[in-house]
């Protein structure tokens, strides 16, 4: 059974940093891709990064970009987000969420993490 | 970027009704579309993929046609536990996006 478990969500000043993990189990971690998906408080979902499954090749939202990095151990089938230069609109739940073979669709989410910036 | 264009935003259905929401994208993204259900405080359940295939586990009442730019999620009968949330995702280029959600109201 494929489980995904989130994990480092908290309150966060504005500047401030967080890293999230994904502990993963149930598959073969290193042979999938990962991403982190958020959600705001009542608002819909926006995709936030991605990485491949050797984690040679990552990708991220512009609304991200230069402030979040995403990484994996596949040792340790974890997947990481490190959140630097947080700001009041990064609020939101984060999920984790593993991607179809050869795809870019989602087949499994985890519960999500909320994580929450303010002063 | 590729905009992913739901409607309705909302629809007030019976149990029963045959249920049917459009998600249009900006650009042709072939077939790699999916389609998610989310109910409040949860995660989102991937219900089809590859704009068609339907997801292991999920009930035959759920289906997805289309390709290109125009796609279609049908529930042939609703049932009490589908009133819920459900977001297109396209699969096509970054930056990945989605829908924005259309919200499947009890009558």
């Known amino acids: 059974e494929v489980q995904l478990l989130e994990s480092g969500g908290g309150l966060v000043q504005p500047g401030g940093s967080l890293r999230l993990s994904c502990a993963a189990s149930?598959?073969?971690?290193?042979?999938?891709?990962m991403n982190w998906v958020r959600q705001a408080p009542g608002k819909g979902l926006e995709w936030v990064s991605g990485?491949?499954?050797?984690?040679?090749?990552?990708n991220y939202a512009d609304s991200v970009k230069g402030r979040f990095t995403i990484s994996r151990d596949n040792s340790k089938n974890t997947l990481y987000l490190q959140m630097n230069s947080l700001k009041d609109e990064d609020t939101a739940v984060y999920y984790c969420?593993?991607?179809?073979?050869?795809?870019?669709?989602?087949?499994?989410w985890g519960q999500g993490t909320l994580v929450t910036v303010s002063s | 970027d590729i905009q992913m264009t739901q409607s309705p935003s909302s629809v007030s259905a019976s149990v029963g009704d045959r249920v049917t929401i459009t998600c249009r994208a900006s650009?042709?993204?072939?077939?790699?579309l999916a389609w998610y259900q989310q109910k409040p405080g949860k995660a989102p359940k991937n219900l089809i993929y590859?704009?068609?295939s339907l997801q292991s586990g999920v009930p035959s009442r759920f289906s997805g046609s289309g390709s290109g730019t125009d796609f279609t999620l049908t529930i042939s009968s609703l049932q009490p536990e589908d009133f819920a949330t459900y977001y297109c995702?396209?699969?096509?280029?970054?930056?990945?996006?989605f829908g924005g959600g259309t919200k499947v109201e009890i009558k």
């Open positions: 969420a593993k991607a179809r073979s050869s795809s870019w669709q989602f087949d499994y």
């Open positions: 149930g598959f073969t971690f290193s042979s999938y891709a």
């Open positions: 990485i491949v499954g050797s984690g040679d090749s990552t």
């Open positions: 650009q042709g993204i072939s077939s790699w």
């Open positions: 590859a704009a068609s």
């Open positions: 995702q396209q699969a096509n280029s970054f930056p990945l996006t």
